[in-house]
């Protein structure tokens, strides 16, 4: 079974902080991924890496950054949080042609 | 570019069938995935469909024209907790590594 786990259900923080949202997967794959997913506009790409310590830009990948140290842990990183940001974040991790994904992490930004 | 448009929302009645539909313009294509999202939970894997024709796999079947950009998505003998979004999408580029998605159609099923 492929499992993918993120760190938190639920988040709140606040205007200005930073932010670390971690993603781990137990199957040894190369590929993660990280969207967000708001209302009306479907999931959108931030981030993708292909393997360790290296990462590619999605579609909006403004004011985040990721992190991928180890294979099975990919984290991102809201550098200075703002209320624009918002947002259900989903990892997902890829096995043949399949992603799969972690169950989400609401956060708000106050 | 990629482009999918799927209806917004769809409501069908438990026990019957609803077909969801799916078109898409892609650069070069590479396989189509259907997914299933329940209000505030993650997308789980439902189909991938990469040559034409019909698959199914119990109540739920998926079907792909490669020549008309089309797939759909058929859902029998619904029932309630079929309620969800259901996600169309098509790897980014040919080859690439990350999918494209559409908005998703919300269905609706009432008794």
């Known amino acids: 079974d492929v499992k993918v786990t993120q760190s938190s259900r639920y988040l709140v923080k606040r205007t200005g902080e930073k932010v670390f949202l971690e993603c781990v997967q137990d199957?040894?794959?190369?590929?993660m991924f990280w969207y967000r997913q708001d209302p009306g506009l479907g999931l959108r790409l931030i981030y993708f890496?292909?393997?360790?310590?290296?990462?590619e830009k999605g579609d909006i990948p403004e004011g985040y950054s990721v992190s991928r140290e180890k294979k099975e842990r990919f984290s991102l990183i809201l550098e200075s949080a703002s209320t624009n940001q918002t947002s259900m974040y989903l990892c997902?991790?890829?096995?043949?042609?399949?992603?799969?994904f972690g169950p989400g992490t609401r956060l708000l930004v106050l | 570019g990629q482009n999918i448009d799927q209806p917004t929302e769809m409501t069908a009645t438990e026990g019957a069938i609803v077909q969801i539909n799916c078109t898409y313009q892609?650069?070069?294509?590479?396989?189509l995935f259907w997914y299933q999202q329940h209000a505030g939970e993650a997308p789980t894997f439902l189909s991938y469909?990469?040559?034409?024709g019909l698959e199914e796999k119990g109540r739920f079947s998926s079907f792909l024209s490669r020549s008309k950009g089309y797939s759909y998505l058929l859902l029998k003998e619904l029932q309630m907790k079929d309620s969800a979004s259901y996600l169309c999408?098509?790897?980014?580029?040919?080859?690439?590594?990350?999918?494209?998605f559409g908005t998703g159609t919300r269905l609706t099923v009432i008794p």
């Open positions: 999408a098509v790897p980014d580029q040919p080859g690439a590594n990350n999918l494209f």
């Open positions: 892609t650069s070069g294509f590479n396989g």
């Open positions: 469909n990469v040559l034409d």
């Open positions: 997902a991790s890829r096995v043949a042609e399949t992603q799969y």
């Open positions: 890496s292909y393997d360790v310590k290296m990462k």
């Open positions: 199957m040894d794959h190369e590929n």
